[in-house]
Nanobody, 116 residues
Framework: QVQLAESGGGLVQAGGSLRLSCSVS?????????LGWYRRAPGNEREFVAR???????DYEDAVQGRFTISRDNATRTLYLHLNSLKPEDKAVYYC?????????WGQGTQVSVSP
């Protein structure tokens, strides 16, 4: 059973940057899967943010296009999300999981907060 562990969140001012990391426990899973980042803002459903295929194809939700960048390091089984030009509306708990169909093994997520 694969385990996912997110880290790197924090409190930043609007316009600031963060780098989120997602550590994946199984190398065979990591190298073969399309993986994505999702987020859940207070009072909202969890939503898609960005995804990267095993071959490097990327896709982004419209609201983060041009500001966020997804990347992966197969050697360390780590998925990254670089968040730039952060806005208060980016405040949420961020999660990683499979894409397009997340599995039920969600990690604890990492909190991103953005002050005006």
């Amino acid at each position: 059973q694969v385990q996912l562990a997110e880290s790197g969140g924090g409190l930043v001012q609007a316009g600031g940057s963060l780098r989120l990391s997602c550590s994946v426990s199984l190398s065979t899973f990591f190298s073969a899967q399309s993986l994505g980042w999702y987020r859940r803002a207070p009072g909202n459903e969890r939503e898609f943010v960005a995804r990267m295929s095993a071959t490097g194809t990327t896709d982004y939700e419209d609201a983060v296009q041009g500001r966020f960048t997804i990347s992966r390091d197969n050697a360390t089984r780590t998925l990254y999300l670089h968040l730039n030009s952060l806005k208060p509306e980016d405040k949420a708990v961020y999660y990683c999981n499979e894409w397009p169909q997340p599995n039920e093994n969600w990690g604890q997520g990492t909190q991103v907060s953005v002050s005006p």
